[in-house]
């Protein structure tokens, strides 16, 4: 054989090679489609390595801008193919704004959920404000439900977040609890006596620092979604959000509001010590399961899901903004192997349209050796308010600039 045909086997080989890692062996000839995108928290589904092997394999590239909901809802989106807000208040102004007949699809549903640390829900649960769900082998569990009303009331020393909590005017609320304060000495004689509080992404750019808010403002307006109250006299119903966000500004005013990547710093090995409960999503808590139960072969038992009642579902959209976007609409639509990724990713896919099929999900966990967590026992649902009610309480409870305009 020529010695330049023999020359060129690896390098043939080593394109086979790429060609059956990338996904891409029927078409290796088709050209790649890079689709810009702006997403939020949900781009971790995107930027998974299995992920984009599978988006590869149909010829598809996202490249993708990271961006808050907020930002994405009030900025131009010239020149975007595709945008996943990761709550539907962002959706529906972006769907509005759209002079084309769309393509979208709400392909999975994620709970809202505290991420802690079993000593400190041992102390939530001896307080009365936390209840352990079952483990089915009897041993520690992973999941807490968490009665919000009482726990408002550790974060600012009032009933249930109904009273005045800021009362000196120093931003800081009156009376509220510590952890030593609530038994937290007690469990196994660690010490703590930092105040009880919640720590959150950046409340003026994070939909889950938003919906959290949102699920504070639901609760403190008695389980009533704010903006709903005196429709018929508008002077009335924002006078009404105005105090109910001064009310609950000091809920959220000390906590770690610039932290950008909050589940990172909670999963990290410096996390109960960055802070002792953290805002997250359930899938990202799921996710880390998974992969520590596959390096470990055991659950992660030191971290622990609090479950608020009533509870917050966010409802990520993906949204399509050109033909290029339509394309990857319709496969997350369509193609079972992204659905499945999404499953091994801790998400709850909606598979016949409906609010979450946790049983697909619930199912994978069981396989892999991990707790699933048990279905809420209190149905009551935190509805946010729109976007205009979510927008005032944001900017007055975060001090937050009007959102910046894209030049088109």
């Given at each position: 054989m020529p010695r330049h045909v023999v020359?060129?086997?690896?390098?043939?080989?080593?394109?086979?090679?790429?060609?059956?890692?990338?996904?891409?062996?029927?078409?290796?000839?088709?050209?790649?489609?890079?689709?810009?995108?702006?997403?939020?928290?949900?781009?971790?589904?995107?930027?998974?390595p299995e992920v984009q092997r599978l988006l590869l394999g149909h010829g598809i590239r996202v490249d993708i801008r990271r961006l808050g909901s907020r930002g994405i809802a009030t900025q131009s989106l010239t020149g975007t193919d595709v945008v996943f807000p990761s709550g539907q208040p962002a959706a529906k102004i972006i769907l509005d704004r759209q002079d084309r007949s769309v393509r979208s699809v709400r392909p999975f549903v994620t709970p809202l959920v505290l991420g802690t640390f079993r000593d400190y829900a041992d102390t939530l649960v001896k307080?009365?404000?936390?209840?352990?769900?079952?483990?089915?082998d009897g041993g520690p569990t992973l999941?807490?439900?968490?009665?919000?009303?009482?726990?408002?009331?550790?974060?600012?020393?009032?009933?249930?977040?109904?009273?005045?909590?800021?009362q000196d005017g120093d931003g800081r609320p009156e009376g509220a609890d510590t952890w030593n304060g609530i038994g937290f000495d007690t469990v196994r004689g660690r010490s703590n006596s930092g105040r009880v509080l919640v720590r959150?992404?950046?409340?003026?750019?994070?939909?889950?620092?938003?919906?959290?808010?949102?699920?504070?403002?639901?609760?403190?307006?008695?389980?009533?979604?704010?903006?709903?109250?005196?429709?018929?006299?508008?002077r009335l119903a924002h006078d009404a959000v105005t105090d109910l966000a001064a009310r609950i500004k000091p809920l959220i005013s000390l906590q770690g509001?610039?932290?950008?990547?909050?589940?990172?710093?909670?999963?990290?090995?410096?996390?109960?010590?960055?802070?002792?409960?953290?805002?997250?999503?359930?899938?990202?808590?799921?996710?880390?399961?998974?992969a520590h139960h596959d390096r470990s072969g055991e659950q992660d038992t030191d971290r622990v899901l609090l479950y608020p009642?009533?509870?917050a579902l966010t409802e990520p959209q993906l949204i399509s903004l050109t033909d290029g976007g339509d394309r990857l609409v319709r496969l997350l639509?369509?193609?079972?192997?992204?659905?499945?990724?999404?499953?091994?990713?801790?998400?709850?896919?909606?598979?016949?349209?409906?609010?979450?099929?946790?049983?697909?999900?619930?199912?994978?966990?069981?396989?892999?050796g991990i707790q699933a967590p048990a279905a809420n026992p209190d149905q009551t649902k935190s509805y946010e308010p729109d976007l205009e009610v979510l927008e005032r309480i944001i900017t007055y409870v975060g001090t937050c600039p009007p959102p910046v305009q894209d030049t088109p």
């Open positions: 020359g060129a086997l690896p390098i043939a080989l080593a394109g086979l090679i790429a060609l059956l890692i990338s996904g891409n062996t029927l078409r290796p000839f088709e050209r790649i489609v890079t689709l810009e995108a702006r997403m939020a928290s949900k781009s971790d589904f995107f930027r998974d307080a009365g404000v936390a209840t352990p769900q079952r483990a089915p999941y807490y439900d968490l009665k919000m009303p009482a726990f408002m009331s550790l974060l600012d020393g009032t009933d249930g977040g109904r009273g005045t909590a800021d959150t992404s950046n409340v003026c750019e994070s939909n889950a620092a938003g919906t959290y808010l949102s699920l504070l403002a639901f609760v403190a307006n008695g389980n009533t979604t704010p903006g709903t109250e005196n429709v018929n006299d508008p509001m610039w932290a950008d990547e909050q589940a990172d710093s909670y999963l990290s090995d410096l996390g109960e010590s960055i802070a002792p409960i953290s805002l997250i999503y359930e899938h990202q808590y799921l996710a880390h399961q998974i009642t009533p509870y639509q369509e193609d079972g192997e992204l659905r499945d990724r999404a499953i091994e990713l801790g998400f709850r896919v909606r598979f016949s349209g409906e609010d979450g099929t946790s049983e697909r999900l619930n199912a994978y966990l069981g396989d892999h």
